[in-house]
């Protein structure tokens, strides 16, 4: 039988384990001996190579010449996941991370249902090819957006297949369910955290990525915006709570959807805000048979190798705990906007 107490088999079992911890637990991990102190370090190595851990086509790895944190802690999810219902099982707290196994990438396709809510079975029944054009059902002819680089602010909307519909995952009116499929690392700021970069030129239109966390009722959103506010003002925490409110034409908001990636959420929650507002353009994705619309990020204009990628995160309201914002831009107001709950 193997001595358990072998380097070799520690470094086994180490590999089972502390894939699993937090960087705080990772690092009391590898205070107890040599051995652990070098499956650690590896562990730390891996996670730093890919944030979103092969569960996107193409890995997105950290950047970091400002400090020592080689990476950013969180959960992982391509998609956004509906919060559980009070008293059923809590969303994952854990989740490996840096193992030395090669995961298979997981396929993107399907995707469970979105939303949590049964997916009603409503959707199209195009010829392949078809899907996107004038007799497609999924397509909305009063949709803002079918120019989703379009530049002039606000929130642009798109419709997709989904679900109920007859077509598979290479349809081409699926543009936003694939994953992240171009080249982005997550660079180190002196001032702003971490920031997406893209490190690949993009061109105006492209689908970037997804903005995916837990959808929250408002009043979860409401609870936690208070927390994170606190955390954030003595530098605790970068929130990445959004709330989008979809306007009927009076003017009365008429949808609000609360997505939080701040512990569970995807590359998404690294763009930082910009008052020019950015170079991505925010659209509101909608798929048959889904009842929640997703958040989906396209580029604004042509977007340079290596550029930042930003929004807006709205208009700033000058509070007196409000974040200063280092933007850069012209136009920049001094203060990050805040989420008003
Ligand atoms: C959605 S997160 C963006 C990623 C974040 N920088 C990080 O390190 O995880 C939002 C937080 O990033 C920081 N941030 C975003 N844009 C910023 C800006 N223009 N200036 C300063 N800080 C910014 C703020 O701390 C904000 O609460």
Redesign the pocket.
């Known amino acids: 039988m193997r001595n358990p107490a072998t380097p070799g088999a520690i470094a086994e079992s180490a590999d089972l384990v502390l894939p699993l911890l937090s960087p705080r637990d990772l690092a009391a991990a590898a205070s107890a001996c040599r051995s652990l102190r070098a499956a650690a370090a590896a562990v730390t190595t891996r996670r730093a190579a890919d944030a979103a851990r092969s569960l996107e086509p193409l890995p997105v790895p950290f950047h970091n010449r400002v400090d020592s944190k080689p990476y950013?802690y969180f959960l992982y999810t391509p998609y956004s996941l509906a919060r559980p219902a009070p008293g059923a099982s809590s969303s994952p707290s854990a989740q490996p991370w840096g193992g030395a196994w090669a995961r298979p990438p997981v396929p993107t396709w399907p995707r469970p249902s979105l939303d949590g809510f049964p997916s009603t079975v409503c959707g199209c029944a195009c010829e392949a090819g078809e899907c996107g054009g004038p007799r497609c059902t999924c397509v909305d002819a009063e949709a803002d957006v079918a120019d989703t680089g379009s530049e002039g602010g606000g929130m642009g909307s798109l419709r997709e297949c989904g679900d109920g519909c007859a077509c598979g995952p290479s349809c081409g009116n699926r543009r936003t369910q694939r994953g992240v499929a171009v080249r982005l690392r997550v660079v180190?700021?002196l001032?702003?955290?971490?920031?997406?970069h893209a490190v690949e030129a993009l061109g105006r239109g492209q689908f970037v990525c997804e903005y995916a966390g837990e959808f929250l009722t408002t009043e979860e959103a409401r609870k936690r915006q208070r927390l994170?506010d606190e955390l954030?003002s003595v530098g605790k925490?970068?929130?990445?709570l959004?709330v989008i409110r979809e306007h009927l034409p009076s003017g009365k908001a008429c949808l609000r959807v609360n997505i939080d990636?701040?512990k569970v959420g995807n590359v998404?929650?690294?763009?930082?805000?910009?008052?020019d507002g950015g170079n991505l353009h925010p659209v509101l994705v909608r798929t048959s048979g889904s009842l929640l619309p997703r958040l989906c990020f396209f580029s604004a204009g042509d977007i340079m190798e290596g550029e930042e990628l930003?929004f807006s995160?709205g208009d700033a309201r000058v509070r007196p705990n409000g974040?200063?914002?280092?933007?850069?831009s012209s136009g920049?107001c001094g203060v990050?906007p805040s989420e008003e709950t």
């Open positions: 950013a180190r700021h001032h702003k955290g971490w920031g997406l994170y954030a925490l970068s929130p990445a959004i990636a701040t998404a929650r690294f763009i930082n805000h910009s008052c930003t995160y974040l200063h914002c280092f933007c850069g920049c990050l």
